[in-house]
């Protein structure tokens, strides 16, 4: 089955700096790559999403970019905002496929 | 709209213990997942149901049952709890499998704790 790994594990940074989370995927049938955000006693909420067709998706201050080649992608948060704190997933999904794939989580804090 | 919601929020249990974990979704979806949260580790899938009507496992069905029991409600049971069973546990909802509608919207977890 599918393999996501994520780094790093924790993540600071000064606010206004911009953070960089990198997760690799081990199965080249996956096309499918959510990043999820997750607050404190909440459940995952998605942030943004990329498909294999494209390299590059941006949303504000949030970006993903996907290598298919390589199997990694990553997600960029620019002009980080103490609001931003939180732990974040990567994940993996084949279409069709019942099963996402999750990486283990960055726990990233932004230091006013 | 409230997404997806799940009840209860906290639950303390024996082992040996059964529950019933509930969960519905007002988006029209017609799938739905379960999924367990462990410390330093991912979310992984319990079981899951493509549409109403099927259920399938997921990559840690054991000690689990599940029940659609229609196109809004998925609920995930413990017969028999065990201390493993510690965790926090999602229910998640989408479209459906296919391209363009695969993605999962969450609800907010309950939180078990098996003595």
């Known amino acids: 089955g599918e393999n996501v790994e994520q780094h790093p594990s924790t993540l600071s940074v000064q606010e206004g700096d911009s953070a960089v989370i990198k997760c690799t995927y081990s199965?080249?049938?996956?096309?499918?790559f959510p990043w999820y955000k997750q607050e404190l006693g909440k459940g995952p909420q998605l942030i943004i999403d990329?498909?294999?067709?494209?390299g590059e998706k941006k949303d504000q201050r949030i970006a993903v970019t996907l290598n298919k080649t390589a199997k990694h992608f990553s997600l960029h948060i620019t002009e980080t905002q103490p609001e931003d704190s939180a732990v974040y997933f990567c994940a993996a999904q084949q279409t069709g496929a019942n099963n996402l794939f999750f990486g283990t989580g960055t726990r990233l804090t932004v230091i006013p | 709209n409230a997404g997806v919601t799940q009840t209860p929020k906290f639950q303390v249990l024996k082992t040996g213990q059964s529950m019933t974990l509930q969960c519905a979704q007002d988006?029209?979806?017609?799938?739905m997942y379960w999924y367990r949260q462990d410390p330093g580790m991912g979310l992984r899938l319990i079981y899951y149901?493509?549409?109403?009507?099927?259920?399938d496992k997921g990559e840690v069905p054991n000690g689990y049952n599940v029940s659609r029991l229609n196109k809004r409600e998925f609920s995930l049971r413990l017969e028999s709890a065990a201390p493993s069973q510690t965790s926090v546990y999602f229910c998640a909802s989408s479209e459906a499998l296919g391209l363009g509608s695969e993605t999962q919207y969450f609800g907010p977890g309950t939180r078990l704790l098996v003595l």
């Open positions: 990329i498909r294999s067709n494209v």
């Open positions: 199965d080249s049938a996956s096309n499918y």
């Open positions: 988006m029209n979806h017609n799938s």
């Open positions: 149901s493509a549409s109403e009507g099927t259920t």
